[in-house]
């Protein structure tokens, strides 16, 4: 019995059974240019192969990747045409496109607004030096404006502004130097000339040294106004950092929170007395129920803004934990911004409606007080530059405007239009043909 073989190999062909599944036709278009003429094909009925259009489609609010193994991926879903299947992008593409955001987010808002505000806490060791001058430290960097921070207590020497912004001792001006220079000087710019900076564009008003301050003295609240009504008209960006003084009637740190537009209450996540003075410190603004007539009338109001009471301002406030580890959960320490009881448990609430903030642990920081932007974790200077947002974004809505738009929303809007009256627009909305960035070299 003879078997068939292959006429190429000499080897027995393999037999299979002949089913539809299995059964191909023949592609003309597949053939070779030889077959495709013995079979009396012409060329013209082949099918032409045409490469897909590479569109560089990607998802709205995505960038493109432009290196990388994304990129790569990119490329790959746009030739198949499937932008649905465009890989994430890369842990480090992420954090530059957020922070990419959120900076052209800050120069926004500050071109427009002008904020004061006050970090609290009637505890030492809260952070409050250090937040706010990494907060001030990346406003003046980020948006080149005018950025001012000043402690706020009637005992200056207990804070350590120069300390954590770096200035030279010899270059330092204290606060109850520059009251005495306003007395001198009939100018802002002569004034402001004496204000050092830092590195970052930051003026600092520092603490006087602890050798040259007496036990009997104290920063006079007079003298404290004096300084922020000369400071804050010609300031995009001015920030308290307040003591651990006695919150009462004629004390600097009250006095303070009344001309803020926004109130940052901080502690420490080590440092457990801290995070048991944080209710403390809201209960205790919270109990100042009046209104300070001096703030419709100081610069940088609108006539028909209300007038926002301290009550007001701390229900609205942000809570912010510094130094949260990373296995920690930034939720947990939400609670102490309620009403708790001798084991920690939260028994009521304390009428805080404001919103919570953590900035997570950092090397630099734990073992370094000079602040440098350079050196701190990408992460750290990342939830830095997310509070300095929710501040200015929290300024604009307890003032009646549209954190998105800085458009009013409150009924005042309404009848200001309709006044014959023209209105006085201050300084802290202006327009953005107003806005004059200063230039490093001006400053």
């Not at 990419?100 to 409050?128: C, D, M, P, Y």
């Not at 130094?323 to 009881?341: F, H, I, M």
């Not at 304390?350 to 997570?360: A, M, N, V």
Request: net charge positive.
């Amino acid at each position: 019995m003879s078997t068939s073989t292959d006429r190429q190999s000499g080897h027995p062909a393999e037999h299979f059974p002949i089913s539809p599944s299995n059964t191909t036709t023949p592609d003309s278009s597949a053939a070779p240019a030889a077959k495709r003429r013995r079979r009396g094909e012409s060329k013209s009925k082949t099918a032409s192969y045409k490469r897909p259009r590479t569109v560089r489609v990607a998802p709205a609010g995505v960038p493109i990747p432009r290196k990388g193994v994304a990129s790569f991926a990119y490329k790959i879903c746009v030739f198949a045409r499937r932008p649905d299947l465009v890989p994430r992008l890369g842990k480090r593409e992420q954090y530059t496109y957020e922070v990419n955001n959120l900076e052209e987010r800050l120069r926004f808002l500050a071109s427009h607004l002008q904020i004061t505000i006050s970090f609290v806490n009637i505890k030492g060791g809260a952070s409050k030096t250090t937040i706010a001058v990494y907060c001030g430290a990346i406003i003046a960097n980020v948006t080149r404006l005018t950025v001012r921070v000043l402690p706020a207590t009637q005992a200056t020497a207990t804070s350590t502004l120069a300390l954590n912004s770096g200035i030279d001792p010899r270059d330092q001006l204290t606060v109850s130097g520059f009251a005495q220079v306003l007395k001198e000087l009939p100018t802002y710019r002569e004034q402001s000339a004496r204000i050092p900076l830092t590195v970052n564009g930051l003026g600092v008003l520092s603490e006087d040294a602890a050798e040259n301050v007496s036990k009997q003295y104290e920063f006079a609240t007079t003298d404290f106004v004096d300084v922020v009504d000369a400071v804050h008209p010609n300031t995009d960006a001015l920030l308290f950092d307040t003591g651990n003084d006695d919150v009462k009637d004629g004390s600097i740190v009250l006095e303070a929170v009344r001309r803020s537009d926004v109130v940052v209450f901080t502690a420490t996540a080590d440092k457990p007395v801290t995070l048991a003075k944080l209710g403390s410190s809201i209960t205790t603004y919270l109990t100042d129920l009046t209104t300070d007539e001096n703030i419709s009338l100081s610069p940088g109001r609108h006539r028909s803004e209300k007038e926002i009471s301290t009550q007001e301002k701390t229900k609205n406030s942000l809570a912010v934990v510094s130094g949260v580890g990373r296995k920690a959960d930034p939720e947990s320490y939400q609670k102490y911004t309620q009403r708790l009881n001798d084991a920690g448990e939260v028994v009521g609430n304390l009428g805080f409606e404001g919103k919570f903030h953590t900035i997570p642990w950092d090397s630099y920081m734990s073992t370094n007080i000079v602040a440098n932007l350079d050196k701190i974790d990408k992460q750290t200077y990342l939830e830095f530059l997310k509070l300095c947002v929710l501040m200015y974004e929290k300024a604009a809505v307890l003032r009646g405007y549209n954190a998105e738009t800085l458009g009013r929303t409150d009924a005042k809007a309404t009848a200001e239009a309709h006044s014959p009256e023209p209105s006085n627009t201050g300084a802290f909305l202006r327009s953005a043909s107003e806005v004059q960035v200063p230039t490093p070299e001006s400053r």
